[in-house]
């Protein structure tokens, strides 16, 4: 079975800071990792995922994250944030294609001007 | 890219009565489909999983009676909530993946209210 820890629950950032917001996995197979960006009552929107190939994954609206099979890490960083970017994040996790994802806790980021 | 709609965005019912959600893949064959629930400021509970033609498999602790998974066809998985109660109210989203694929589309979910 595979779990997922995000470090922080709560992520305050001034406006056009850099954010970095952590992901840990535990796994005993290889995994493909998520994160999904989640705005007030709304489902989920796919920022960036790593399949297989360069540690260095970039998304959408600025994002990237690295992995780190080493360290069993999937951070996700944003150099410059926008008001914009408040909501919640999730990393995920799955073992193969079709099944089912493992959710990290959340982190809620919220961007101060 | 990959679309499902889900529908309704919300819903207020009364206790007792029973509510569908509806998830459509819009340009994709969902072959499986993921029901889950949130709760406010938690992360998403997976409920169950459905496989297009087959029964859906219920994690533990969800009753399968109460929270009826259909899956006919490849592009719709409805979730019934049966007799509800107020403690039924939640965020549910679903979100659907297709056979090969490593990859994940989720609906925009539903907010239950159960008075």
């Known amino acids: 079975a595979q779990s997922v820890t995000q470090l922080d629950s709560q992520v305050p950032v001034f406006e056009e800071a850099p954010v970095e917001l952590r992901c840990n996995y535990s796994?005993?197979?290889?995994?493909?990792l998520f994160w999904y960006v989640q705005y007030p009552n709304q489902g989920l929107q796919l920022l960036l995922k790593y399949l297989s190939g360069s540690t260095l994954v970039k998304g959408i609206n600025g994002f990237e994250a690295e992995f780190n099979k080493s360290q069993t890490s999937f951070h996700l960083r944003k150099p410059s944030v926008h008001i914009s970017d408040t909501a919640e994040y999730f990393c995920a996790v799955t073992r193969a294609a079709g099944n089912k994802l493992t959710f990290g806790g959340g982190t809620r980021v919220l961007v101060k001007p | 890219g990959a679309v499902v709609s889900q529908h309704p965005s919300w819903v207020i019912c009364k206790s007792g009565t029973s509510v569908k959600i509806e998830c459509r893949s819009l340009d994709f064959q969902a072959t499986t489909m993921f029901w889950y629930r949130q709760f406010p400021k938690q992360s998403l509970m997976l409920m169950a999983t459905?496989?297009?033609?087959?029964?859906?498999?219920?994690e533990q602790g969800v009753e399968k009676d109460k929270f009826l998974i259909n899956h006919a066809s490849l592009t719709l998985s409805t979730l019934t909530v049966t007799s509800a109660h107020p403690e039924d109210s939640s965020f549910y989203i679903c979100?659907?993946?297709?056979?090969?694929?490593?990859?994940?589309?989720f609906g925009s979910g539903t907010r239950l209210t159960v008075v």
């Open positions: 796994s005993s197979v290889s995994v493909y």
């Open positions: 979100s659907a993946s297709s056979t090969g694929v490593i990859g994940y589309t």
């Open positions: 459905s496989n297009e033609g087959s029964k859906a498999t219920y």
